[in-house]
């Protein structure tokens, strides 16, 4: 844009500066982002004691589920190699390893709910069994998460999986439909999900490692020696 002079020559006219300081706009950035994260924190604060509660809820359903409804469920943390009632210090009891044992009306343990993580085919498997330690017996088997893929790998939550677990004898091993005559004579077999054997085979597989890695702590283990803590509560709730 330019305008005539009084000789009649055109001259520009002054350009006016609008642009924002190169501070300002990182002090803008700054505060905002340090608001947001703010923000962020305090909704994780607040929401944290809700999750936590729903979480534990949900679990301790699940082990009322595997373990058929004990009348208490204690909690053991693997401490300096073997389970104890008493649970490890600090921070450490909030990573310590652990496993719910059960106890009927009369006092005799029922079993153990022991927690199983194992990556499938989308993401990991979280689920939670039931087992006789000494009869090397599952009890039952219930899974707290699965993210597989819906209409078919999914399947794994449902009960026409699930409910076989019970009764089967460790380690356990997968067999197709059409073989599902052997589950009469061989208590270890499990007929896997047509379609969805990687899911299949990763369920059988996280159960088996788990047996194997608390299979010598269980063994161990006297119920006698502790106090029950009834850590879950009545009737394994809190």
């Keep these: 844009m330019s305008t005539t002079s009084a ?3 055109s001259e520009p ?26 923000a962020v924190v305090l909704l994780y604060d607040w929401t944290r004691p809700r999750v936590e509660a729903h979480k534990a809820g949900v679990l301790r359903e699940a082990i009322a589920e595997v373990l058929h409804s004990p009348r208490r469920a204690d909690t053991l943390w693997l401490t300096g190699g073997k389970l104890s009632g008493n649970p490890p210090s600090g921070e450490n009891a909030k990573t310590a390893e652990r496993v719910y044992l059960g106890f009927d009306a009369a006092g005799a343990p029922t079993g153990y709910a022991i927690q199983v993580v194992e990556p499938g085919f989308a993401d990991p498997i979280t689920l939670l069994i039931g087992y006789d330690a000494t009869r090397r017996e599952l009890l039952g088997m219930k899974v707290l998460e699965s993210k597989e893929t819906p209409g078919i790998a999914d399947k794994v939550v449902q009960p026409v999986f699930t409910a076989q677990f019970r009764g089967r004898a460790a380690p356990l091993t997968g067999i197709k439909r059409d073989e599902s005559a052997k589950m009469t004579t061989d208590r270890t077999a499990v007929v896997m999900i047509t379609g969805a054997t990687i899911s299949s ?7 088996n490692k788990a047996i194997a890695h608390w299979q010598p702590y269980l063994d161990a283990y006297r119920p006698a020696e502790t106090a029950p803590r009834d850590t879950l509560g009545s009737g394994g709730k809190r």
């Excluded at 085979?201 to 159960?207: D, E, N, S």
């Design 13 to 38: 006219l002054p350009m006016r500066d609008d642009s924002v300081p190169s501070w300002q706009l990182l002090l803008t950035l700054t505060v905002a982002g340090a608001l947001a994260g703010l």
């Design 201 to 207: 085979r990763a369920v059988l597989r996280g159960i």
């Design 7 to 9: 000789f009649g020559a």
